[in-house]
């Protein structure tokens, strides 16, 4: 009998996978005061810092798992397993030739060329912990635009990032911010002087590449009075064979009539816990846009969140959720008015595809003594197979007769008819399929910058295969 | 209005006492043995349970202290009991609870495998399985249709006292009956009663209640539901709230056989520092059913309504249409709405949606009304009126409509 020989299948595709061997700096195994305090060493901080971490790592100690409303899942984390700190002790590099070999081929894998960077306005990638390639285009600098790391901008601004670190998300916010903030390295603090509007966006690249390595990036975008500012941020993980943690925090500040824009395409390997917290203040008159788009991941924990602050600010969230076979996106968006006149803006889609699960989760607040604010959320979710599963969960609290406030849901499949009738017009099931599953979204993707959406479109298609039949 | 404040968070420690609960049983000697039991078997689950967590999602937005019984350690010793009217019972059982543990309690004998409707309030319902004193039994016969209303009144206790009841409704196969509960207090002193109802629906059967809360404003109202649902059957649920200071309602709908219908609606006229928590739990097992949930809130000065919602949708219940609406009214600075609406669906066949509004009147509803010459506040109750009608205008019978529409009225124009 002839054995079958076993099929070959290009394994290559989506592995990023690169040997790591030679990290300079390593905090070991496992998570303590002394791990802390060798990352705060490494990094030269100030002593307040090195308390702010310490006192963070209490908290996270001290706070229990949020299991009572979130996913169980959360319980097969191990803290002890993972490493809290990895930098191959390189500083940022300024040029494209700094950067070392292998770092290059990763970027060349993420499908990034050199051409097409010189076209953007400043590139900060994320590897591992520090940054290993960052730039800023000479003009940005001329306008005093800061793009700098966390340990860059606390020490060598620290009258323009101190006075608002940790302050939109504080330490004790929840269990992964407190642990952020007591291990965070990298990430990127920006500063966009009064006025300035940037027309182009500031993009970086976050990636895991240590098996058991959590990265724990930090970031803080302040826009000043009257700026404006895009930012974006990809992230990819290398697939390995134990579960990694990714628990970041985004903290924006818009200023008086400024406005912020933040991109995320979160595309992790599908054993990554992404545990994120982002929140921004706006004040008076300045606008946020969270645009937050997962597809990777194992569980996905996100709501993006704005306190209008200052009167007339706006928030809004747009957000995209795709959750393939073992994934859990559990993602949404909180808006606390705070102000009169503000108004928010929440629309959420989400496709589940196999067995695959997608949750909402929102937060609306309006106290009583404010006047005339109004919010919308609107949240649509999409099976495609039997299995597939779809929650809902917002939690709505108005006060005062000055207020409107409406949420809708909606849970649909996708319609046999509308498939039908492509599959008429000479196109595959599964391309229909595609089809149907880009339209759903396609109004959310067009606010997407143009290479994004194209990607986006490209890895909708790369999910769907093989969801039909 | 309670001076809620005081009310501590732990239970009280009568309930907790063996000896009050051997007190009681001593009282209740004549009981069958399984019955004794069974409220045994209950106040030890009570006494197992863990210790109430404070970040339970099941009470979010309510303020949990409002609901507890330390300022209701007894339990009345010979309240009012129910009184239950009907011009037509030749053919249908409908008793108190005592009548029917004395006379035929056959009746109750699988209470034991009741399903526990856990919204969060698992310790009122073990309170009320060990502690239920009063009630009413309602079982109708296979194919009994009567086009007269079954009613009976129920009481809550003067005086700080606690009350505990449980309810029983059985629809045999293909009967159908219109039913009507109201539940008022004694007198003017304050008072908790805890219901619990469990509604039986058999296959085709057609449950047509209204149920109609006018508690006075010093009283605890304390309200669990647990609703199955047969293969065809149909509930068409009215909930009507005006009384009591605070009121906590567990609704559980579970659709057990295909193509039943549960229509759950609710409305709440809040006035001065009321508080109504409604928590609602609309559950697909079987396919080929519609449930609709629609509740509305009118809230003025310092009242506060809290609505979450659930649409739960198993992985055999495909083509379910579940839909779920709340919509609030705020007409005061002061007055507050919270809505948690939810849906968990694990079935791809399914019309599913929920929406939430909160919102005050339309500016140019009550500017129309106004410039007829209708004083502000009359335009607001008429307005409040009509937002109410969606709902009360299902209730078919005319004198029942119109006597609804008079209470809403004047509970409108108490002085605040």
């Known amino acids: 009998m002839i054995k079958p020989s076993n099929i070959e299948i290009d394994r290559e595709k989506g592995n990023f996978h690169y040997p790591t061997s030679s990290y300079a700096f390593d905090a070991g195994i496992g998570l303590s005061a002394e791990v802390v305090k060798y990352i705060s060493e490494v990094k030269n901080e100030e002593n307040w810092l090195l308390d702010y971490r310490l006192k963070a790592l209490s908290i996270f100690e001290k706070k229990p798992m949020p299991t009572h409303w979130a996913s169980k899942d959360l319980e097969n984390i191990d803290f002890d397993v993972i490493r809290y700190y990895l930098a191959q002790g390189q500083q940022p590099s300024r040029t494209w030739d700094e950067v070392p070999d292998d770092i290059k081929e990763t970027f060349e894998r993420l499908g990034i060329p050199e051409q097409e960077r010189k076209f953007l306005a400043g590139v900060e990638a994320q590897f591992d912990s520090e940054a290993a390639y960052s730039r800023i285009k000479e003009d940005l600098e001329k306008e005093g635009v800061i793009f700098v790391g966390p340990t860059e901008g606390l020490k060598d601004h620290p009258e323009i990032f101190r006075k608002w670190f940790g302050k939109v998300i504080p330490s004790s916010d929840n269990k992964f911010s407190a642990l952020n903030s007591a291990v965070f390295s990298g990430g990127s603090f920006i500063y966009v002087p009064p006025g300035v509007k940037l027309a182009q966006p500031l993009q970086a690249y976050f990636r895991i590449n240590a098996e058991n390595f959590g990265q724990f990036e930090r970031t803080l975008i302040i826009a000043d009075e009257g700026s404006e500012i895009t930012y974006m941020e990809g992230c990819t993980a290398p697939k390995f064979e134990t579960s990694t943690l990714h628990s970041a925090v985004v903290e924006l500040v818009a200023l008086k009539g400024s406005k912020i824009q933040y991109i995320t395409v979160q595309n992790w390997s599908n054993n990554v816990y992404n545990l994120v917290t982002k929140r921004a203040i706006a004040e008076e008159n300045a606008e946020v846009r969270w645009i937050d788009c997962n597809i990777g991941s194992k569980l996905t924990m996100k709501y993006p969140g704005v306190v209008l602050k200052g009167r007339k600010s706006r928030g809004e969230v747009l957000s995209i959720a795709l959750a393939n076979d073992g994934q859990h996106q559990d993602t949404g968006a909180k808006m606390i008015h705070s102000a009169s006149e503000t108004s928010s803006n929440v629309i959420a889609k989400s496709i589940s595809i196999g067995n695959g699960r997608s949750s909402y989760r929102g937060l609306v607040q309006i106290p009583g003594h404010l006047k005339n604010c109004k919010n919308n959320t609107e949240c649509d979710a999409l099976l495609i197979n039997s299995e597939s599963q779809t929650d809902t969960y917002p939690a709505i609290a108005v006060k005062g007769d000055d207020n409107s406030v409406q949420h809708e849901a909606s849970v649909s499949k996708v319609s046999a008819e509308q498939i039908f009738y492509m599959q008429q017009r000479g196109l595959s099931e599964a391309e229909a399929m595609s089809m149907y599953v880009n339209g759903f979204v396609n109004d959310l993707i067009r606010e997407f910058p143009m290479e994004y959406s194209v990607e986006l479109k490209r890895l909708i298609d790369l999910e769907m295969e093989g969801s039909v039949g | ?416």
């Open chain 2, 1 to 416: 209005m309670n001076s809620s404040s005081r009310i501590s968070e732990s239970p009280v420690s009568n309930f907790l006492s063996s000896d009050f609960l051997n007190v009681f049983l001593e009282k209740r000697s004549w009981e069958p043995g399984w019955l004794v039991d069974f409220r045994k078997e209950s106040w030890e689950k009570y006494l197992a349970l863990p210790k109430e967590r404070l970040k339970d999602e099941n009470w979010r937005f309510s303020p949990r202290s409002r609901f507890g019984y330390s300022n209701f350690p007894e339990l009345i010793k010979s309240g009012k009991e129910s009184t239950l009217n009907c011009d037509d019972t030749s053919h249908v059982f409908f008793e108190s609870l005592n009548q029917t543990i004395l006379d035929s309690p056959s009746i109750l004998s699988d209470l034991p495998n009741f399903a526990e409707p856990n919204l969060g309030s698992i310790s009122n319902l073990l309170l009320c399985r060990t502690f239920a004193e009063n009630g009413f039994v309602l079982k109708a016969p296979k194919q009994f249709h009567s086009n007269s209303i079954f009613k009976t009144t129920n009481f809550a206790p003067p005086n700080n006292m606690s009350k505990f009841q449980q309810n029983f409704i059985f629809l045999e196969p293909h009967s159908e009956l219109t039913l009507l509960e109201s539940y008022e207090s004694e007198d003017n002193s304050s008072g908790l009663l805890s219901n619990t109802s469990n509604i039986f629906l058999s296959e085709n059967s057609i449950l047509n209640r209204v149920v109609i809360q006018k508690l006075n404003h010093e009283s605890t109202f304390l309200h669990h539901e647990n609703i199955e649902l047969q293969k065809g059957s149909q509930l068409n649920n009215i909930l009507v709230q005006l009384g009591s200071s605070q009121s906590r309602i567990e609704s559980k709908g579970s659709i057990l056989g295909e193509g039943s219908e549960f229509n759950n609606s609710s409305i709440c006229l809040g006035i001065q520092k009321q508080l109504f928590d409604q928590r609602t739990i609309q559950h697909h097992s079987s396919p080929n059913s519609n449930s609709k949930l629609l509740f509305k809130n009118a809230l003025l000065d310092e009242a506060k309504s809290v609505f979450s919602g659930m649409i739960k949708v198993d992985p055999d219940a495909q083509n379910t249409d579940a839909f779920q609406t709340n919509r609030n009214l705020l007409l005061s600075n002061e007055a507050e709405a919270d809505s948690l609406p939810g849906l968990e669906i694990l079935a791809n066949e399914v019309k599913c949606s929920h929406g939430a509004t909160t919102s005050k009147i339309d500016d140019q509803e009550l500017f129309y009304l106004l410039s007829r010459g209708i004083p502000k506040r009359t335009s607001e109750k008429l307005v409040v009126l009509g937002f109410f009608d969606e709902v009360i205008s299902k209730i078919k019978n005319d004198d029942l409509l119109d006597q609804l529409r008079n209470e809403i009225s004047s509970h409108f124009d108490t002085k605040s």
